[in-house]
């Protein structure tokens, strides 16, 4: 099963930034049969949506020719108790990028709000990739192309 934590991507700029949205739900599976009492987005999901928001833009400004394993994170703030319901808007920058590595940041508002926020994710990349079967999942995961 492969959980995506975004629902869009609506702006892609390639090599700069990428933008998507996110609507947190109730029926969201990652809170079932947890936190019984108060449901509470774990901040990890907040992570993992930054993180896969900011891989698709690494992976799409090379020209979908590698993959992008994240290997660094680093000065991560997350809003603790904030209860499904809410739309958020992801927000990601590659700051440099090479061959090797890309390294960039990211952030999470709801209701012009920073939520959560990474300033430094770096990903591997890796380069023994089937560049049209990245572009057709690409294409399927945010609708573009």
């Known amino acids: ?8 991507i609506e702006n892609i ?4 930034s990428i933008t998507g949205v996110k609507t947190f739900t109730l029926s969201e599976e ?3 049969g947890h936190f019984k009492k108060k449901a509470l987005v774990p901040g990890v999901i ?6 896969q928001l900011l ?9 979908f020719n590698l993959s ?3 290997s660094l994170v680093e000065d991560v703030t997350v809003s603790p108790l904030l209860r499904p319901g809410f739309k958020a808007e992801i927000h990601g920058e590659i700051i440099s990028t090479s061959r090797r590595d ?24 890796v380069h023994k990739v089937d560049p049209e079967a990245l ?4 294409s399927y995961y945010s609708g573009i192309i």
């Open 55 to 63: 891989g698709w833009l690494v992976i799409y400004s090379h020209d």
């Open 1 to 8: 099963m492969r959980f995506l934590y975004y629902d869009k």
């Open 102 to 125: 890309s390294l960039g940041r990211a952030w999470i508002t709801a209701d012009g709000e920073t939520i959560a926020a990474m300033d430094r994710i770096i990903y591997s990349h």
């Open 13 to 16: 700029e390639k090599g700069k």
């Open 68 to 70: 992008a394993v994240m």
């Open 46 to 51: 907040y992570i993992e949506a930054m993180a």
């Open 30 to 32: 990652f809170l079932r």
């Open 135 to 138: 572009r057709a999942l690409f």
